[in-house]
């Protein structure tokens, strides 16, 4: 049923609006992160800013740590998403072509586990890396974001796999591929919508996470970006500007992530559309 005129005006408007409240938080750090020290704490809240300064980039890129803890969520943030890439395709793609006995109930548990709160695996995590030895040591993180990454993963990759036709594998392996090589040939490079995807959920999940970070890593020059974060409020007060231009910093890496991989993800799904 075609929209009447009225009717497209007030969807069109009630998106503008959402839009403008869930922009406007991130229009505020950004504005408060180059206003002066004095403008910060007054009752006037000026949305278009009367003065500028770069001085609270200054202090937050002076603070020490910052290079040490934007080092270490790059290392943990990175591998975790690699890691939980590579087991998810190998799992997703047995699970979409393949039928085996407990199939269905390894679904359930992949299912299951997506929907557990992270703070509901604190406490085990803690324990089973305690007794590997791996506290206070960076590959305790990497181990535990691949964990909280991996089901939706797993479940993610499997729908995109189920998507590709397995007309087109079975085409491949007539004209001589064998079965892994029908799968490296036609459906990974088709699962590149499906890759992209997932990888921007695991980066956002293990980039944000405080938790875990925070109690893991003893050391502070082992502790991530998060946790640097919070050094901005002090007994003394909270340095506002700083910990502003510190956020515009910590979210500028996610962002720029997510603008390589968008641009992937429109030139993967193109190329799908072709082959398929």
């Known amino acids: 049923m075609n929209k009447t005129r009225g009717q497209r005006i007030a969807l069109n408007t009630t998106g503008v609006i959402v839009a403008v409240l869930f922009a406007f938080p991130t229009y505020w750090m950004l504005t408060s992160a180059f206003k002066p020290s004095g403008d910060l704490l007054t009752p006037n809240y000026d949305l278009i800013p009367l003065s500028f300064t770069l001085d609270n980039f200054a202090s937050a890129w002076a603070k020490p740590g910052f290079l040490t803890h934007l080092s270490n969520s790059l290392i943990v943030t990175v591998g975790a998403v690699l890691c939980s890439l590579v087991a998810g395709v190998l799992a997703a793609f047995p699970l979409a072509r393949l039928r085996f006995r407990g199939r269905k109930g390894f679904l359930l548990l992949v299912l299951i586990a997506q929907m557990a709160p992270m703070e509901a695996l604190f406490i085990p995590m803690f324990l089973l890396m305690q007794d590997a030895g791996l506290l206070n040591k960076l590959p305790s993180l990497l181990l535990v974001y691949f964990a909280i990454t991996l089901p939706f993963t797993?479940?993610?990759?499997?729908?995109?796999?189920?998507?590709?036709?397995?007309?087109?594998?079975?085409?491949?392996?007539?004209?001589?591929?064998?079965?892994?090589?029908?799968f490296r040939r036609v459906v990974l490079p088709l699962l590149g919508?499906?890759?992209?995807?997932?990888?921007?959920?695991?980066?956002?999940?293990?980039?944000?996470?405080?938790?875990?970070?925070?109690?893991?890593?003893?050391?502070?020059?082992?502790?991530?970006?998060?946790?640097?974060?919070?050094?901005?409020?002090?007994?003394?007060?909270?340095?506002?500007?700083?910990?502003?231009?510190?956020?515009?910093?910590?979210?500028?890496?996610?962002?720029?992530?997510?603008?390589?991989?968008?641009?992937?993800?429109?030139?993967?799904?193109?190329?799908?559309?072709?082959?398929?």
């Open 154 to 182: 797993v479940w993610t990759l499997r729908g995109f796999v189920q998507g590709i036709p397995f007309e087109l594998e079975e085409a491949a392996m007539v004209d001589g591929c064998s079965r892994f090589g029908a």
């Open 193 to 276: 919508p499906g890759l992209v995807a997932t990888s921007v959920f695991a980066f956002i999940t293990a980039w944000n996470e405080f938790l875990y970070a925070l109690v893991f890593m003893r050391d502070k020059d082992k502790q991530t970006l998060p946790v640097w974060l919070s050094t901005f409020k002090t007994v003394f007060g909270t340095d506002w500007g700083g910990i502003m231009a510190a956020s515009v910093m910590y979210a500028l890496p996610a962002l720029v992530f997510f603008l390589l991989v968008q641009r992937k993800l429109v030139s993967g799904a193109t190329a799908g559309a072709l082959k398929g």
